[in-house]
């Protein structure tokens, strides 16, 4: 995945649910943690799994938003969230084209 210039479009199989277990704009995820970029293209969210998962598949709830990737290792850091490899693809400042 090209982390300095992400594109997203919708797909029958994927949520656009931005808590939803299979949103489409996932970058990666590890352990109960993971990162996405918001639906309206803006930003880069730190979330974690909620314990009780449902019918539909595990659920996430939002943790913080970022814009630069220092922000988005200082709340890895301050959650204690495991850092994924592909933290060093993204770019320093986000930037990315969602289609709708």
Known sequence: MNMHNCSFVH?????????????RAELFRKGHYRVI???????????????????LGAAW???GYCTTKEALIRLQQAYNAPQHPFMDALPAR???EVRQ
Not at 13 to 20: A, C, D, K, M
């Open 11 to 23: 797909s029958a199989n994927l949520s656009v649910r931005e808590t939803s277990d299979n949103y």
């Open 94 to 96: 986000f930037a990315c």
């Open 37 to 55: 970029v918001c639906r309206h293209g803006l930003q880069w969210v730190l979330q974690k799994q909620r314990r009780k998962i449902s019918v």
């Open 61 to 63: 709830r939002n943790i």
